[in-house]
């Protein structure tokens, strides 16, 4: 899923301060399982700025609806109907939906509720971490099913720095050595001899050079 | 007389473009620059133009500074991230450049390593921003610096934009100028009446604009720059003077030449001359602007 954390509410206040009506729009997907942006966190937020309004004795409005996602046409255009009676949205979705919402209401401020932080997994209540940076080509087949681009703080593709101590990387000690999980797992699996095979140079092309990718499925477009 | 010295004096100041090699000989480069040594106020130095690696600029004017030749320095956001950007800058400052041009990069995909990760850690204001700061004394980390460098600063710009696009690159200039630029080079100018409206749109006293002629080869690449090469048009007048010439590098020489000669008479403030791998016609260049 896309992580993200909730903004600080001054940071939003900042943002909204000199609007009157105003919309919160929480997202049913990844910012719901991450609890940053759905809809229990949509109520929390408007509550919070309720109380600021009032207490700076403005009336305004502020209203609150929670799409399915908002990466979608489809759900983006469940609120078609009552854009226009905002002058302000704040989007709790992720840097895409926030997006994607401003490309399709081109005339209505939408603004960011979240910090979006990257593609990760749960490991328990209340803790995300990252696995993917969505580099383009997946090497995970060789590595033991452990990404060297994500998990090893320096991207190294042959193997440790040699500046972990006890399988934890040398920037934080409490961050476990990217190289150590993939040599453990590659052990375990009996594929040791995949850590000889010196892996290529790594071709960014796929990552970001040349700009904003896009992915082009002939065979599913309509 | 010190580039920086001329650029403040508003006096019209030579540059011309020396591509540093894709390789550790150096010997033509000398070679092609003692050819104009003493004619140009400085070389410029490219860092890795259009993305093709070459020897750095920092080493290419290091190599000059021996010599006793001056250069201007380029910085290119593209591959270096803010540790390593400052930090040639300082060398560069150390070993006694005097010059330094900022510029954005062309993307990597436009070069000869398409698979390389593309840095942009700072943008080309954020990088005059940042040179300001060493300047004053400090790095971007607020850091006081063991003697801080002086350079005559440059840019950029691009002349070829109209509409709201141009008013970006005005606003652009104006924080360029805020942060300590004193002359900015335009992309290759071949229609001077185009430039000279475009000129009506800047406050000159502020910044030195310096327009770079470029050396065509061919009414072949003449064509090609125009059809095809975003910002530079090429008068049709031109590309039938190369085709109707007997002899067509004299001809395309003399084009040169003579657009230096005619932007001297508009009263720019200097010229950049580039040569795209010929810079051994420098020298004729300057004979025909009668430099």
């Known amino acids: 899923m896309i992580v993200a954390k909730k903004k600080p509410v001054e940071e939003i206040i900042e943002e909204v301060k000199n609007y009157e009506k105003i919309l919160v729009v929480g997202c049913n997907e990844c910012v719901t399982v991450c609890e940053a942006g759905g809809k229990k966190e949509v109520a929390v937020l408007a509550s919070a700025l309720r109380m600021y309004f009032m207490n700076q004795g403005k009336d305004i409005r502020l209203d609150e609806v929670t799409l399915e996602r908002q990466c979608d046409h489809e759900y983006l255009e469940e609120i078609r109907n009552i854009i226009d009676q905002y002058d302000a949205v704040i989007s709790l979705a992720c840097g895409v939906g926030v997006q994607f919402m401003a490309e399709k209401y081109f005339s209505t401020p939408i603004l960011p509720g979240v910090d979006t932080c990257f593609m990760g997994a749960a490991e ?7 696995r993917c940076q969505g580099c383009g080509h997946c090497i995970l087949a060789r590595t033991g099913g452990i990404c060297p681009v994500s998990r090893c703080a320096k991207r190294l593709f042959n193997g440790p720095c040699g500046g972990s101590t006890k399988g934890h990387c040398e920037i934080d000690k409490d961050l476990v050595c990217g190289w150590q999980l993939i040599i453990d797992r590659l052990k375990e699996l009996g594929r040791l001899e995949d850590y000889e095979i010196i892996a290529p140079i790594k071709d960014w092309s796929t990552e970001r050079a040349g700009g904003p990718r896009k992915v082009v499925r002939e065979d599913v477009r309509q | ?3 920086q010295e001329k650029i403040r004096s508003k006096k019209f100041v030579v540059l011309a473009e020396m591509d540093p090699p894709k390789g550790a000989d150096f010997g033509t480069l000398l070679k092609h620059a003692n050819l104009s040594r003493g004619r140009v106020d400085a070389f410029l130095i490219p860092e890795m133009a259009n993305a093709v690696l070459k020897a750095s600029s920092l080493g290419a004017c290091a190599f000059f500074q021996k010599e006793g030749i001056e250069t201007i320095m380029q910085v290119c956001c593209r591959d270096r991230n803010r540790l390593a950007l400052q930090a040639d800058i300082l060398a560069a400052g150390g070993l006694g450049i005097r010059n330094l041009m900022v510029v954005q990069g062309e993307d990597i995909t436009y070069g000869d390593h398409p698979q390389a990760r593309t840095v942009n850690d700072l943008g080309l204001i954020e990088l005059v921003e940042t040179v300001q700061k060493l300047r004053e004394g400090k790095d971007l980390a607020g850091i006081e610096l063991r003697g801080a460098p002086d350079f005559c600063v440059g840019t950029t710009m691009d002349i070829s934009v109209s509409g709201g696009l141009l008013d970006i690159e005005l606003e652009n200039l104006e924080k360029k100028i805020a942060h300590g630029v ?17 000129l009506k749109r800047i406050e000159k006293t502020k910044i030195a604009v310096i327009p770079t002629v470029l050396l065509l080869k061919s009414a072949g690449m003449a064509r090609y720059i125009d059809r095809n090469i975003r910002g530079i048009s090429i008068p049709s007048e031109i590309i039938r003077g190369i085709q109707k010439a007997p002899d067509k590098v004299q001809e395309c020489i003399n084009i040169a030449g003579d657009t230096i000669v005619r932007i001297k008479e508009m009263g720019m403030q200097g010229v950049l001359i580039t040569t795209a791998g010929w810079e051994d016609k420098i020298p004729l260049i300057l004979n025909r602007a009668k430099i």
């Open chain 1, 124 to 130: 328990e209540r209340g803790v995300w971490s990252e």
């Open chain 2, 1 to 3: 007389m010190p580039l």
């Open chain 2, 182 to 198: 004193e002359f900015v080079v335009t992309n290759p100018v071949f229609d001077l009446r185009r430039f000279q409206q475009f």
